[in-house]
C-alpha cells in the first residue's frame, strides 16, 4: 500500500458545513482515481490541505467508509477500498435485475415518453462526448451515463430499491473509471443505448430486456477481462 501524498492536489475550504464538503472532496477524489484503490488516506494531510481540523476529515472517511468506499482499519490507517473480479461480478448481477425491473415498469405503466422526456439532458451530454467532439471526452461520457441509468431506475418510484442502487453504483462508477477509460468504450456505450431506446420506443418490453441486458452484460465482462489481466483485484 503506497502512502498518499495529497498535499497539491486541495484547496483549502471555508468554514461552512465543513463534513460534507470534505465527504464531497474525497468522494470526488476516490471516482477520478486521484485517489487508488488499496491507497492509504492521511487524515492530517487531508486536514492541513484543507485547511479544517481532524474532525471532519474523520466524519467524513465514516460516512465513505459506510459506504463502501474505503475501509477503516482499526490501528493502522484508512485504505481507499478495493473491488476484487467477485465483488464486480455481484454488483453487475445486481445492477442487471433492478434495470430490467425498472425498464419493464416504463413499458407496463407507459412511462415511455416520461423516459424519452427526463433523458434528453443526459443523452445530449453522451452524444456531444462521442460524436460531436472527434477528441471525445470519456468523464463526460461516464456522468451522462450514470444520469441516464439513475433516471432509468427513479422511475420505479420506489425510494428503498433508488437507494440500493445509488449505493452499488458508486462502485460501478469507480469501477468503470480506473478500466474503461477510452473513447472507443464510450462510443461502444453509447451505439448500446441507442439500440436500447430504439427498443423502448417500439415498446417492445422483450427487445428491451435484451438490449439493456446485453449492455450491462458487455460492460460487466469487459470490466472483469481487464481486471483479471491486472491481477483479479481493482
Do not use: W
Not at 4 to 16: K, R, Y
Not at 203 to 226: F, P, S, T, Y
Request: proline share 2%; with cysteine; hydrophobic share 45%.
Amino acid at each position: 500500500m503506497k502512502e498518499s501524498t495529497m498535499t497539491e492536489t486541495f484547496a483549502p475550504l471555508d468554514h461552512t458545513d465543513l463534513t460534507a464538503k470534505t465527504y464531497s472532496i474525497l468522494k470526488d477524489q476516490i471516482l477520478r482515481r486521484q485517489l487508488a484503490p488499496g491507497e492509504k488516506i492521511s487524515v492530517d494531510e487531508i486536514a492541513r490541505a484543507l485547511g479544517v481540523s481532524r474532525t471532519p476529515v474523520t466524519d467524513a472517511l465514516k460516512r465513505l467508509a459506510s459506504e463502501d468506499m474505503v475501509e477503516i482499519r482499526p490501528c493502522i490507517g484508512t485504505f481507499v477500498s478495493e473491488l476484487t473480479a467477485r465483488d464486480v461480478a455481484e454488483l453487475f448481477d445486481v445492477r442487471m435485475a433492478i434495470e430490467l425491473f425498472a425498464a419493464d415498469r416504463i413499458i407496463r405503466q407507459g412511462l415511455v415518453d416520461a423516459f424519452f422526456t427526463r433523458i434528453q439532458d443526459p443523452m445530449a451530454i453522451m452524444r456531444k462526448a462521442t460524436v460531436d467532439d472527434q477528441y471525445g471526452d470519456y468523464q463526460a461520457f461516464i456522468e451522462g451515463d450514470r444520469q441516464l441509468h439513475l433516471i432509468l431506475v427513479s422511475m420505479t418510484d420506489n425510494q428503498k430499491l433508488l437507494h440500493v442502487y445509488t449505493g452499488l453504483n458508486v462502485h460501478i462508477h469507480v469501477a468503470r473509471a480506473h478500466y474503461l477509460s477510452s473513447v472507443e468504450n464510450a462510443r461502444q456505450a453509447h451505439q448500446e443505448h441507442e439500440a436500447i431506446l430504439a427498443a423502448f420506443k417500439k415498446a417492445d418490453q422483450e427487445l428491451v430486456r435484451k438490449e439493456l441486458g446485453m449492455h450491462i452484460a458487455n460492460v460487466k465482462n469487459l470490466i472483469l477481462e481487464l481486471l483479471n489481466e491486472r491481477g483479479g483485484k481493482l
